[in-house]
């Protein structure tokens, strides 16, 4: 959510040599229906089960791709496990600031409807520590979508 994840996974999939996916519009693909009209329709926990089952999918994969999931995906368990079982896992993140200026003209996440700075705070409250997980956690408020990617890079490097 405005930390950068399109940006990033796209040069890093580039440099890396790897497909991007994004899970977002992996969903959508698969049940025909925006991302938006899913949550309007089935609710949050409704388009939980459906992004569990296509990260699964995802996941799964023979095939090695840069994946960028929603910010949401990490809410379960089982998809933490999941991501970790099956590859190298990045968190991005930022001030709430950074995260409210990059998101503020983006009327399409369902999630930030309304107030944008009370539902950023209590999303990222909601959030705090669930991304802990991962293999690296990156500051994305002060970087350059370059210097997100060279460190997301020497971390594979030595996971790998």
């Known amino acids: 959510m405005g930390t950068g994840k399109s940006s990033v996974s796209r040069l890093?999939?580039?440099?890396?040599?790897w497909p991007?996916?994004?899970?977002?519009?992996?969903i959508e693909q698969a049940e025909n229906r925006k991302i938006s009209e899913i949550f309007e329709s089935d609710g949050e926990d409704g388009f939980r089960q459906i992004e569990t089952?296509?990260?699964?999918?995802?996941?799964t994969s023979a095939e090695p791709a840069v994946i960028?999931?929603?910010?949401?995906?990490?809410?379960?368990?089982?998809?933490?496990?999941?991501?970790?079982?099956?590859?190298?896992?990045?968190?991005?993140?930022?001030?709430?600031e950074q995260i409210i200026a990059r998101v503020e003209a983006d009327t399409a996440r369902p999630l930030l409807q309304g107030d944008l700075h009370q539902r950023v705070h209590m999303l990222l409250e909601k959030r705090r520590g669930v991304y802990d997980f991962a293999h690296l956690s990156v500051d994305t408020t002060k970087l350059t979508v370059d210097e997100v990617v060279d460190r997301i890079l020497k971390a594979w490097n030595q996971f790998s």
């Open 20 to 26: 991007r996916i994004d899970s977002d519009e992996e």
């Open 53 to 59: 089952q296509v990260l699964n999918k995802l996941l």
């Open 12 to 17: 890093l999939a580039d440099k890396l040599g």
């Open 68 to 96: 960028a999931t929603g910010g949401g995906a990490v809410l379960r368990e089982h998809n933490r496990r999941m991501m970790l079982e099956n590859g190298f896992v990045a968190a991005l993140h930022a001030s709430p």
